[in-house]
DNA sequence: CCGCATTGCAACTTGGAGTTGCGATAACCT
DNA sequence: AGGTTATCGCAACTCCAAGTTGCAATGCGG
């Protein structure tokens, strides 16, 4: 018994099965992107994949369990940390991507999905996880180098700064609705230095 | 025909109706902190407020329509405007004003609620909407003031201090799930007042 | 090319949303 | 106070999507 992977499970690469996620997982990316997470229903996913219902509860513990898989692999090809040598060029190119990764009407709408099922699915909570300890995970590098270099104060806590610079191009996506653009990249950038160099992000 | 006021009508202050909404809406701010908008059901909204279901969908156009309106009276009281004769000591008690609104298991509930829900909701979009416009409105006489007092440049922009402030609040709320405390608020008012300083927050 | 796991299919249960008709009752007006 | 009218309680109903189950068909691996 319990010969398939369901959820959690690391995903088969051959046979009948990966072909099937070849298929399925796309098709919950765009129903969730044009629809919405309101308007997915599962049916409608196993119509656009070519593929039968029952077939996706046999895989998928239930709806939200598909929709969290979906997203994590989504998720999977994350933004690349650049390293240009400065902290100024290093932020403004960590902003400018994520702004970027948020600018596709698909790549918008599937995160906001993320953030605002988190709420009530445990699934998409354990997704949003994740992929915020990881992104901040694999940034701290810039900061740490720029603090090397004597850029910023040796007290400059990482994380925090990272915080700060991605904090008002999230809050323009959650709370403003406002759009999201380079410009908006480029002031976080900004805020986020100036606030490291008035020595306000301290390490606790 | 019509006869009574559903959803954007104004309430009736006085007769049966009244009395009605006074056990109906607040039933229903207990039922989103409790279960949850996922959990949250007519049914139960019904029986916590002593009331038939039958008399809640004569009165909401729907489920929606209902915890916007819910949710419209809570925040109905906002949080205060400082005038503490410094930018400074403004910015700190605005961010330490935003933070206890969320810092109660039920304020902190509800506005997650509206947050996440206004993304497949159009009436708690329009909560949404209407609660920041209303506090961006009603704090910018703090940014006016300290440009008027010369302690910012002439040229920063209200509403973009203002949001510098208030994103990294929200950010932890939405994104990391970090808990939220003075602490946070008060170096969100630093970077804020760091920035405007640095003159990276320019009208445009 | 054969056996077994996986898929397709249809029929089913469950549960909440929202609706309707009717009898009961409380509010308002004179 | 008394009659009119709007509102509420109640029960029965439809609708729709979630998730389940038994069985037949089919494609994969050895």
């Given at each position: 018994m319990e010969s398939a992977?369901?959820?959690t499970g690391r995903a088969p690469t051959v046979g009948r099965?990966?072909?099937m996620r070849a298929a399925v997982l796309?098709?919950?990316l765009t129903e969730l992107a044009t629809t919405g997470y309101a308007g997915l229903t599962v049916e409608g996913v196993a119509q656009r994949a070519g593929v039968h219902k029952t077939t996706i509860y046999r895989n998928w513990k239930d709806a939200p369990t598909l929709v969290a898989d979906a997203l994590t692999s989504h998720f999977a090809t994350d933004i690349p940390i650049p390293d240009t040598g400065t902290v100024a060029g290093d932020l403004r190119a960590l902003a400018r991507a994520l702004v970027a990764s948020v600018s596709t009407p698909v790549g918008r709408a599937l995160i906001i999905t993320v953030l605002a099922e988190a709420a009530r699915l445990p699934q998409l909570a354990d997704v949003k996880r994740a992929l915020f300890d990881d992104r901040f995970r694999r940034a701290e590098p810039v900061v740490t180098r720029a603090v090397e270099?004597?850029?910023?104060?040796a007290e400059t806590d990482p994380a925090e700064l990272l915080k700060t610079l991605a904090a008002p191009i999230y809050f323009r996506l959650v709370c403003t609705g406002e759009p999201v653009d380079e410009g908006t990249a480029d002031r976080a950038a900004q805020v986020a230095l100036a606030a490291a160099?008035?020595?306000v992000l301290p390490a606790a």
């Open positions: 992977a369901t959820s099965g990966s072909r796309p098709a919950t270099r004597g850029e910023l104060p160099r008035a020595r």
